[in-house]
């Protein structure tokens, strides 16, 4: 399942949005324009389902209604998300799913429904606000989606939501997980507990995705070898691989000792592998060498066609885009306003369709207007 389409109003920066979606997506655009914030629609939904979420500890973990609400927002201000969901790019949608939350005018300002539904192909199979929630508006408090007990005719949906992952791998939490206190975050995208979600996989699995890691890792960093998970004497699981060197036999290193690109791209190749649920990764490229990134996209879309998995990321890197197997089609481009951000494709904007279908890589004529205007002043701060 992947999701085709998203309708967004004030969401954040996105004041009013109507984007479709591909098996892949490139999300380019200035910093601060609100990459990430896109990104957090579909985190939003995964936080509703899942086990110990909810709307309403998805809408605190973000600060509340208003810290959510679209600062453009005008009078009808309602935040209002509606997804798409098809088998595959192209097809025809299996279903929508809909929600429009406001804030309790009275009492405790809880956040609440305005509306939820559910579609099934064309026909809408479930409606809120009903009969039940009208006897008792505490009910939208909480949508149907997080309720097991409601959700059984669109179970599909919920699981699709709850397995979204998404990946913004922090080498130094990967490396020294005990070093940061505090809880970590259930999802885990920076890492923290990348070595334990490893070393739990069946050890078949385990070290057959190892395998195909090193392989892969293999052309970045030519001299690691035998690339494998091991416990210390603490049970604490570690990932170890030998480094040729001048001494005939090498040296054994752990996760401690990789450099940063090397575990980023591990933990990249990790996720890619995992599951084939959508995956969503944050600037990809960071820490690593111009000769990987450019390969990224075409390592990404052979995974995805063994998975059938969407993958939606954000970047800024020119060298990940420079690859010429990535069409206007798959660019969502963002372009802020005081109005609010405005999303669309590079294919349907008419200054960067003449320069795409004239040969131009997506790189040449999206980047230019993504770096920012008055950088060199940076250079003046002393
Ligand atoms: N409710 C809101 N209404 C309007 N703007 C908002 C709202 N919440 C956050 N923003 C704005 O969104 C911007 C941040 O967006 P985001 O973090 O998604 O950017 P980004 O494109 O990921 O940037 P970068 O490339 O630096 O990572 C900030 O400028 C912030 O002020
Ligand atoms: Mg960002």
Request: proline residues 6%; hydrophobic residues 35%.
């Amino acid at each position: 399942m992947i999701i085709s389409r998203v309708i967004l109003k004030n969401w954040r920066n996105f004041r009013n949005v109507d984007v479709s979606l591909g098996n892949r997506v490139f999300i380019i655009g200035p910093n601060a324009s609100g990459k990430s914030n896109f990104l957090d629609v579909f985190r939003f939904l995964r936080d509703i389902v899942k086990p110990g979420g909810g709307l309403q500890k998805a809408i605190s973990d973000r600060g509340g209604v208003s810290k959510i609400r679209c600062l453009a927002a005008r009078r009808y201000s309602d935040i209002e998300i509606e997804i798409e969901l098809s088998e595959s790019s192209g097809q025809n949608p299996i279903g929508k799913y809909a929600i429009g939350v406001k804030q309790q005018q009275t009492g405790k300002h809880l956040p609440v429904l305005r509306y939820e539904r559910v579609w099934r192909g064309n026909e809408l199979i479930r409606e809120r606000p009903d009969k039940q929630d009208n006897k008792d508006n505490m009910r939208l408090t909480q949508t149907h989606l997080e309720q097991i007990n409601a959700n059984q005719p669109f179970r599909d949906i919920a699981s699709f939501f709850e397995s979204v992952l998404y990946l913004h791998l922090v080498p130094q939490l990967l490396r020294y997980p005990t070093a940061f206190s505090g809880p970590g975050i259930p999802e885990d995208p920076f890492g923290r507990y990348f070595l334990e979600r490893v070393a739990k996989t069946p050890e078949k699995t385990r070290q057959s995705r190892l395998n195909k890691i090193e392989a892969a890792l293999r052309k970045a960093v030519p001299q690691l070898k035998n690339l494998i998970e091991t416990k210390d004497e603490m049970g604490i699981p570690h990932l170890e691989a030998t480094y040729e060197h001048w001494r005939a036999k090498g040296a054994k290193q752990r996760e401690d000792q990789f450099s940063d690109g090397t575990l980023r791209l591990l933990g990249l190749l990790w996720s890619l592998l995992e599951s084939d649920s959508l995956l969503l990764l944050e600037e990809p490229e960071l820490s690593l060498n111009r000769e990987i990134v450019i390969q990224l996209p075409g390592l990404i879309s052979r995974l995805q066609r063994q998975k059938k998995r969407q993958i939606i990321l954000s970047t800024h890197n020119e060298d990940l885009l420079s690859d010429k197997g990535i069409s206007g089609q798959e660019i969502l481009f963002l372009t802020p306003s005081p109005e609010g951000t405005k999303i669309e494709p590079a294919s349907s904007i008419p200054e960067f369709k003449k320069l795409l279908e004239g040969g131009l890589t997506v790189a040449e004529v999206v980047m230019p207007k993504v770096s920012p205007k008055n950088a060199y002043q940076l250079a003046l701060i002393k």
